[in-house]
């Protein structure tokens, strides 16, 4: 991956003393891993549970049923209650989500292969973003992982200011 934004992350949680808690399920666990490999992450990171199921949301996440059955797995507003559930399930200050479809099959009409939702949620900030990766499962999970951890990180420095 290569990328630093791990340890960045990771400091600037560190500096405003805030704790992340991650809601996993098209990244099966990458997030977690990759926030894993800083030295010290258990200072700030609590855990993350991968919900891959439509019964995982909703037994783990808390992801309301209606919610699943009328917007489905990977919508918005799956995607910011997986966020809030992640965040309540370990007591954390910030909850991050990602659901989508990888690849390469489980394409929709109007849900296209790629399509993933990312959700950030606090006690005051819910929000969720929409992205269509281009390349195959492998690829997609990683832009995922980075899109999601740039999202986390853009959250950090708005508290910085």
């Given at each position: 991956?290569?990328s630093?934004?791990?340890?960045?992350?990771?400091?600037?949680?560190?500096?405003?003393?805030?704790?992340?808690?991650?809601?996993?399920?098209?990244?099966?666990?990458?997030?977690?891993?990759?926030?894993?490999?800083?030295?010290?992450?258990?200072?700030?990171?609590?855990?993350?549970?991968?919900?891959?199921?439509?019964?995982?949301?909703?037994?783990?996440?808390?992801?309301?049923?209606?919610?699943?059955?009328?917007?489905?797995?990977?919508s918005?507003?799956?995607a910011?209650?997986?966020?809030?559930?992640?965040?309540?399930?370990?007591?954390?200050?910030?909850?991050?989500?990602?659901?989508?479809?990888?690849g390469p099959?489980?394409?929709?009409?109007?849900?296209?292969v790629?399509?993933?939702?990312?959700?950030?949620?606090?006690?005051?900030?819910?929000?969720?973003?929409?992205?269509?990766?281009?390349?195959?499962?492998?690829?997609?999970?990683?832009?995922?992982?980075?899109?999601?951890?740039?999202?986390?990180?853009?959250?950090?420095?708005?508290?910085?200011?």
């Amino acid at each position: 991956m290569g990328s630093d934004i791990e340890r960045r992350v990771g400091e600037k949680l560190l500096r405003l003393k805030l704790t992340l808690s991650l809601g996993e399920s098209c990244t099966g666990g990458l997030i977690g891993h990759r926030l894993t490999e800083v030295p010290g992450s258990s200072e700030y990171f609590l855990g993350g549970i991968i919900a891959y199921s439509y019964e995982a949301k909703e037994r783990l996440l808390g992801v309301r049923h209606d919610t699943l059955y009328q917007h489905g797995a990977v919508s918005e507003e799956t995607a910011q209650e997986m966020a809030r559930g992640a965040r309540r399930a370990l007591g954390a200050d910030i909850g991050l989500a990602v659901t989508g479809i990888a690849g390469p099959g489980g394409g929709l009409p109007g849900k296209p292969v790629g399509l993933t939702w990312i959700a950030l949620s606090t006690r005051e900030v819910n929000v969720a973003r929409q992205f269509t990766w281009p390349g195959g499962r492998e690829a997609n999970k990683v832009q995922s992982s980075q899109a999601a951890l740039e999202m986390l990180e853009e959250h950090l420095d708005r508290l910085s200011q």
